[in-house]
Structure formats: C-alpha cells, structure tokens
T-cell receptor, first 113, second 116 residues
Framework: AQSVTQLGSHVSVSEGALVLLRCNYS??????LFWYVQYPNQGLQLLLK??????LVKGINGFEAEFKKSETSFHLTKPSAHMSDAAEYFC???????????FGPGTRLSVLP | EPEVTQTPSHQVTQMGQEVILRCVPI?????FYWYRQILGQKVEFLVS????????KSEIFDDQFSVERPDGSNFTLKIRSTKLEDSAMYFC??????????????FGPGTRLTVL
C-alpha cells in the first residue's frame, strides 16, 4: 500500500526566505507524485506533478520539487516566500495501477512579514 | 479554462437526513472521484467511478454512500442517513483520457457538509 508522510504539520518562514516542505512516500511501484495547494476555504489546486519524466519539476507560482528515488522524497521548494504563499500544502502519490490518490496529512505554511 | 464545479458550496442538514452533493466534471473526462476532508485532517479518497460503475472505493464508502451519474454531465454523491461524523468538506474530481490512471485529477471547490 502506498503512503505519504509530510514532516512538519506547520512551517513558518519569513517573507523572502526559502520555503522547504518535505514529502516522503512509500510505493511498491514507480509512483506519480503531486503537490496541491489549498487556500483558506477553497478547493485543491495542482502546483506540480512528477510523472517519470524530469526529476526536477517546475510548477506554478515559482514552486519546484525534486524527485529523489534513493530517498523516496519529493520535497517542495520556493527560493523566496511571498505572503500570498500562506496556505495548506498536500503531497499526494498515485501508482500506475490505480486511479485514486493517497494524500499526505498536509503542511500549513505561514509567511511572516 | 474548463473546471469542475460543485453545488451547493455549503449544505447544512439534520442527523439522519439524506443529502445529495452534486458535481459537474469537466465535460470530456471519463473518470470521476469523490474525496472528503474532515476539518483539520487530510484529504481521504472515497470512491472512483468509470463507465457508469464504481471502479474502486475505500473503507469509508460504506452502504450509506452511493454515487450516480444521472445524465451526461452530473456526478452525485448521496449520503442516505447522515451522521455527525459525516461533517466534512467533500471534493469531486475528474480526469480524462483513455488511460485515466496517468492523468491529473482536477478538483472542484468542494461542498462543506455540516450535520447537526
């Protein structure tokens, strides 16, 4: 069975600082990996996805993530945080047999002025 | 840009009542899904639907739940007799193509269900 862990339920950074949100997965087969963002009282918006092409994936709003098979990780980064980045971020994994996602528990990002 | 829509945005109901949550997936998509998110918790898979039948469901999706695609555009989730613990945000999603397992799922804005 697949699973996703996200280290840190709440991360705070200063505006302009590096954002690093951690995601580790377990999957018995090569996974497809996703990061979604959820702004307050809104739905889920796809930030980026890894589907076995380039290991470094660039997404919207300046975010990127790197797939590291040896570390079973897919951490999300952004060089410089903006106030508008404050939201809940979910990592998700999907194997190539199923159609449903398994979501991680989420990390709430706060950006301090 | 096409998007998944859900109605209502907020549904309040009494315990024991039936509710129907509605979704309009993206028009050329073939796979449909329901997820729920209890307040402060992670998003949980409920059910996937393809070719007019359930293709996969989780343990959460018990006999109280059912899904239907009554026409060519709507996809509904029915909860027969709501319980307090059904209070959550319910997300609909759809994905397209002939091999939907490889495609991105597009999520709707969610319906917040409050059971009193």
């Amino acid at each position: 069975a697949q699973s996703v862990t996200q280290l840190g339920s709440h991360v705070s950074v200063s505006e302009g600082a590096l954002v690093l949100l951690r995601c580790n997965y377990s999957s018995s087969v090569p996974p497809y990996l996703f990061w979604y963002v959820q702004y307050p009282n809104q739905g889920l918006q796809l930030l980026l996805k890894y589907t076995s092409a380039a290991t470094l994936v660039k997404g919207i709003n300046g975010f990127e993530a790197e797939f590291k098979k040896s570390e079973t990780s897919f951490h999300l980064t952004k060089p410089s945080a903006h106030m508008s980045d404050a939201a809940e971020y979910f990592c998700a994994v999907m194997d190539n047999y199923g159609q449903n996602f398994v979501f991680g528990p989420g990390t709430r990002l706060s950006v301090l002025p | 840009e096409p998007e998944v829509t859900q109605t209502p945005s907020h549904q309040v109901t009494q315990m024991g009542q039936e509710v129907i949550l509605r979704c309009v997936p993206i028009s050329n998509h073939l796979y449909f899904y329901w997820y729920r998110q209890i307040l402060g918790q992670k998003v949980e898979f409920l059910v996937s639907f393809y070719n007019n039948e359930i293709s996969e469901k989780s343990e959460i999706f018990d006999d109280q739940f059912s899904v239907e695609r009554p026409d060519g555009s709507n996809f509904t989730l029915k909860i027969r007799s709501t319980k307090l613990e059904d209070s959550a945000m319910y997300f609909c999603a759809s994905s397209g193509g002939t091999s939907g397992a490889y495609n991105e799922q597009f999520f709707g804005p969610g319906t917040r269900l409050t059971v009193l």
